[in-house]
Structures are given as structure tokens and as C-alpha cells.
């Protein structure tokens, strides 16, 4: 049974330099990797079961007629759609580029040759 439709999705931007680490960090967490590449790694965390005032309000309507089935079927129906799936991404806007510029040694560039016309 999936309800992907129903999923909780968070997106963390981190560094290049903390990439790695927060994925580990969100591991001890409770998370769990489902994919990764070099800039974008997908974890996911299944749902609870049920509030205690969502519970409450379940077994005051239907705990006579249903002996309790009715907090169960509340708690399996929680479980599996308020799952949450956080995408950790490498911010690219962080990554600074070389401001050297590139040197060409001229005596080694043969000149271009230009047209007659």
C-alpha cells in the first residue's frame, strides 16, 4: 500500500563541505538514506500512529459499536500516509569559482591566419 500522493516533503540546502555529514547527522536522527548522488541525497521517515486527541476522539465515537478496531484502522491510516521524505541538496550558489584568470604564455599560441580577400 503507497500514498505517494500524501508524503511530506522537506528540501535542506548545505554546503558541499557539510553534504556528507548531514546525511549522517540525519541518520542518527531516525531518517533513512533511500537515494544519493553527488549533490542530492533522498531520505525518508515513516509516519506516527495517531494523536492522543485523535485517538481519543476515535474511541469516544465508535469504541461501543467497534470495540477499538476503529483506533486501529486510525493508527494503520496515519501510519502509512504521514510519511516525510527530506531532500538534503548541495548548494551550488556557495561553490566559489577560481578569480585567477588564465594566463597564455604568448610566444607558445601560434597566430591565426587571416584572409585574403
Same mark, same amino acid.
Given at each position: 500500500?503507497?500514498?505517494?500522493?500524501?508524503?511530506?516533503?522537506?528540501?535542506?540546502?548545505?554546503?558541499a563541505a557539510r553534504f556528507q555529514q548531514e546525511i549522517e547527522d540525519n541518520q542518527v536522527s531516525g531518517w533513512?538514506?533511500?537515494?544519493?548522488?553527488?549533490n542530492v541525497a533522498i531520505m525518508t521517515k515513516p509516519g506516527g500512529w495517531?494523536?492522543?486527541?485523535? &485517538?481519543?476522539? /476515535?474511541? #469516544?465515537?465508535?469504541?461501543?459499536?467497534?470495540?477499538?478496531?476503529?483506533?486501529v484502522l486510525y493508527a494503520v491510516y496515519?501510519?502509512?500516509?504521514?510519511?516525510?521524505e527530506? &531532500?538534503?541538496? /548541495?548548494? #551550488?550558489?556557495t561553490v566559489k569559482a577560481d578569480p585567477s584568470p588564465v594566463r597564455v604564455n604568448s610566444s607558445t599560441v601560434e597566430p591565426?591566419?587571416?584572409?585574403k580577400e
Open positions: 500500500m503507497r500514498f505517494d500522493s500524501l508524503t511530506n516533503i522537506n528540501v535542506k540546502r548545505v554546503p533513512s538514506l533511500k537515494s544519493q548522488n553527488d495517531g494523536s492522543l486527541g485523535g &485517538h481519543l476522539i /476515535v474511541a #469516544l465515537l465508535t469504541a461501543w459499536w467497534t470495540f477499538f478496531i476503529g483506533n496515519v501510519h502509512f500516509t504521514s510519511n516525510s527530506l &531532500h538534503i541538496k /548541495v548548494d #551550488l550558489s591565426t591566419e587571416q584572409k
